[in-house]
């Protein structure tokens, strides 16, 4: 039987750059079989200037990581 990962679970990363980091599911996507885990995998976004953001600039967040990479622990 399989263990189902969800949000706020505590998992560890089995394989790629961030291999046996620990950490806490932020959001999932059940279609792509991918999550987003805080502080883990993070990628910097250059935005163009908008209302918001009149300067624009380089945003720093997190990229989803395949579930198969991730394993829940307690």
């Known amino acids: 039987m399989k263990r189902k990962i969800k949000r706020e679970d505590k998992i560890l ?3 790629g750059n961030y291999k046996g980091t620990e950490g806490i599911i932020v959001k999932i996507f059940s279609k792509k079989n991918k999550a987003i ?3 883990i995998n993070m990628i910097k976004r250059h935005t163009k200037p908008s209302p918001k ?3 624009g600039g380089i945003i720093e967040k997190e990229a989803p990581i395949h ?3 991730l394993k ?3």
Do not use: F
Request: without cysteine; positive net charge; proline residues 7%.
């Open 13 to 15: 990363v089995l394989s």
């Open 53 to 55: 953001k009149p300067k």
């Open 67 to 69: 579930l198969s990479n």
């Open 72 to 74: 829940k622990i307690n």
């Open 37 to 39: 885990i805080r502080g």
